[in-house]
T-cell receptor, first 111, second 114 residues
């Protein structure tokens, strides 16, 4: 069963705008990760946030985590056409701590 | 996708035939994983390995077997392929620095079962 569920399923914005994606999960976690997948490629790790952290930044990425609501958000600021991709959250809620991925948000950034 | 390669990248086969997908890593990581990706389902874990000859089932293991005879190679076998196994298969290696398992993915193997 899926642990993380991203929202929205698809998002279309103009270059320069900010993009926000949300992830909800069901069980307690030690950490939550975000991955990006360009069309026809494998997933690439973006950022990890631990359960005792509330916010984390990496370049134009900002991730928040609310363990009381079992939710996380990924904000991409000043988006670029190259940010067009699908974004997945993953939690370590699987057996043996295996990662469970959500279904992803498909982001389209128009130039 | 440096350090991890999948082969073949594309394969078309017929129902009932055996298929083996290969994942090769040069990173000497202990953990290796096979996921499948389908529209509407995201990525689902098929099998994983935590060492040579040490493997375990994931969420959707029925119809699949795996083997790991060397650290660098993790094979996924469909003994008798079915149309429901048409999918994109991703191999991943796990690095667990600082207590968190971060995955590096291969480029994927697209399998079509006719």
């Amino acid at each position: 069963s899926q642990q993380g569920e991203e929202d929205p399923q698809a998002l279309s914005i103009q270059e320069g705008e900010n993009a926000t994606m949300n992830c909800s999960y069901k069980t307690s976690i030690n950490n939550l990760q975000w991955y990006r997948q360009n069309s026809g490629r494998g997933l690439v790790h973006l950022i990890l946030i631990r359960s005792n952290e509330r916010e984390k930044h990496s370049g134009r990425l900002r991730v928040t985590l609310d363990t009381s609501k079992k939710s996380s958000s990924l904000l991409i600021t000043a988006s670029r056409a190259a940010d067009t991709a699908s974004y997945f959250c993953a939690t370590d809620g699987g057996s043996q701590g295996n990662l469970i991925f959500g279904k992803g948000t498909k982001l389209s950034v128009k130039p | 996708d440096a350090g991890i390669t999948q082969s073949p990248r594309h394969k078309v086969t017929e129902t009932g035939t055996p298929v083996t997908l290969r994942c090769h890593q040069t990173e000497n990581h202990r953990y290796m994983y096979w996921y499948r990706q389908d529209p509407g389902h995201g990525l689902r874990l098929i099998h994983y390995s935590y060492g040579v000859k040490d493997t375990d089932k994931g969420e959707v293991s029925d119809g699949y077997s795996v083997s790991r005879s060397k650290t660098e190679d993790f094979l996924l076998t469909l003994e008798s392929a079915t149309s429901s196994q048409t999918s994109v298969y991703f191999c991943a290696i796990g690095s667990s620095g600082a207590g968190a398992n971060v995955l590096t993915f291969g480029a994927g193997s697209r399998l079509t079962v006719l």
